[in-house]
């Protein structure tokens, strides 16, 4: 009996502080990637497309935009794809996703940044940052997975809104009122704001 507690307690000695070096090895590659993109933002001297590239360049290699795409249609609505469907989607739904990632960079620039400490969740780490802005503070919280790449993020929460899940219910009815072709025609149309 005291030889198996011993071992349950060393086994959770070398768990929890390989768990606590994942956290920090997340929470530190969000921020190194989160400081660059604002380095590039406060760059004046060069021009819209080049400062998007930049960031992309920052950016993209954190992200797993294959599983962000599978996920939000979920495995049924996936299936009824075909592989060029799915291809396509994939691409049009990146396409999408970086422009979003863009856009909404700008807020990263002139606002009040502050890390929270990230935390486990299974074999996920979770870090939560919060962005003051001049309207209404913002609560984000980015869900990273370990890859074969190494840490990847898998979806964001804004104010505890799920970008997979919102992108779920958007897709879920397009599909349900129409079919894949009706979906990909939707991804093609530029955002509307």
Known sequence: MKIALISVLCIIGFVFPVMADEKETVANLLKERTEAVVKVLQKNDIDEQVKKSLI?????????FQLIAKLTLGKANWGKLSEKQQKVFVDLLVDRLQNLIFDKSELFYCMEISFKPAVVHGNKVYVPINIETKDTPLEMLYKFYSSDEGW????????????????????????????????LARLRKPVEE
């Open 152 to 183: 990847k993020s898998y979806d964001v929460e804004v104010n505890g809104v799920s970008l997979i899940k919102s992108y779920q219910v958007q897709f879920s009815e397009i599909l349900k009122s129409g079919n894949a072709e009706d979906l």
């Open 56 to 64: 992309m360049n920052i950016i993209v290699p954190i992200f797993d």
